[in-house]
């Protein structure tokens, strides 16, 4: 719209060096300025706007990063807790159940992480 815009205010100017009545012209020169004016608080309200929807997606992004550090810690903890493989079969099973649980809980980390890395 800022070409639209642009385009009024210069069809304005060149209507204003014509042979214009000195009221059309004050009248015409009101006008510009009154779109002009409303053109720029336009434009400061877009970019406050998007400045407050930029502040919003960085903060959801780190809430995202802070609990996907949260999750990666305990993982790391929960790995570090199997230790070497068992001796005994239901030592083995067990071991390989708690692994299954704990990749389920991976994969779906995973549209955490595409998340955050999409943002980036």
Request: proline share 1%; net charge negative; aromatic share 2%.
């Amino acid at each position: 719209h800022q070409g639209a815009v642009g385009e009024v205010l210069s069809q304005g100017r060149k209507l204003a060096t014509t042979n214009t009545h000195p009221d059309q012209l004050e009248d015409l020169r009101l006008q510009m300025k009154v779109l002009n004016e409303r053109w720029e608080k336009v434009r400061e309200l877009a970019m406050n706007k998007q400045t407050e929807l930029h502040q919003l997606v960085m903060k959801l992004q780190l809430e995202q990063m802070t609990e996907l550090r949260r999750w990666m810690t305990a993982a790391e903890d929960r790995l570090a807790v199997v230790g070497q493989a068992g001796q005994g079969r239901d030592q083995v099973a067990d071991q390989l159940a708690e692994h299954e649980i704990l990749l389920r809980d991976l994969e779906g980390q995973q549209a955490t992480v595409s998340s955050i890395s999409n943002f980036i």
